[in-house]
């Protein structure tokens, strides 16, 4: 079964630097968003993105957050200059045109 | 001061149990909703969905039962088996918008 990827599982880096969190969705889908859920608390909306350019996006995300797609396949997440408070899981997911979203495993980010 | 706590609410059933899940949704313009499972270190995996223009949806050992009336939904696993322990989350989505808007989930907790 298709699935999304992500890269890397865990990352840990230190208050102020930048971070880069990599997906690849799956292949046919269309529309891609970053979710993060800090630890014990609900998943959270931060950004979707079609057609190569954001649609929607939350409050969380602030100018420290940006998200590309660089290629036919890749979807990432960037913060320029990481906080405490972004330390999270941070879930991938896409979908077709219709409303099933699929999820990845998560990159676990520590800003220590 | 006030902690920050890890306070999900918690079902504890036998194995073999009927399981009955519930979630309140606070958009009354929603009108697609998923129930999502999250095992420990897992992104969210889809379990079922149903249109607002239904009232009950049935699964392969799951049931899904939504009450607009009330803004109320409700997940029913049948047989409860230790497997199904994780987190299970509600989401909706109202027609237009891509975003889910996630609950608080409930930990399911199977013992043998």
């Known amino acids: 079964e298709p699935e999304v990827t992500q890269t890397p599982s865990h990352q840990v880096t230190q208050m102020g630097q930048e971070v880069i969190l990599r997906c690849v969705p799956i292949s046919n889908h269309l529309y891609f968003y970053w979710y993060r859920q800090i630890l014990g608390q609900k998943v959270e909306f931060l950004v979707s993105?079609?057609?190569?350019?954001?649609?929607?996006k939350s409050e969380i995300f602030d100018d420290q957050f940006s998200v590309e797609r660089p290629d036919g396949s890749n979807f990432t997440l960037k913060i320029r200059s990481t906080k405490l408070e972004d330390s999270a899981m941070y879930f991938c997911?896409?979908?077709?045109?219709?409303?099933?979203?699929?999820f990845g495993s998560g990159t676990q980010l520590s800003v220590l | 001061g006030e902690s920050v706590g890890l306070h999900l609410p918690t079902l504890s059933v036998q194995e073999g149990d009927n399981s009955i899940i519930n979630c309140a949704y606070s958009?009354?313009?929603?009108?697609?909703f998923i129930w999502y499972k999250q095992e420990s270190g897992k992104g969210p995996q889809f379990i079922i969905d149903i249109r607002s223009n239904m009232d009950k949806r049935q699964g392969q050992r799951v049931t899904v039962l939504l009450n607009k009336t009330v803004k109320h939904l409700s997940l029913q696993i049948a047989a409860t088996q230790p497997g199904d322990s994780a987190v299970y989350f509600c989401a909706e989505n109202m027609w237009g918008y891509s975003t889910l808007t996630f609950g608080k989930g409930t930990m399911l907790l199977v013992s043998p």
């Open positions: 958009n009354s313009a929603s009108d697609y």
């Open positions: 993105f079609y057609n190569n350019e954001i649609s929607e």
């Open positions: 997911a896409s979908k077709t045109d219709n409303e099933k979203l699929f």
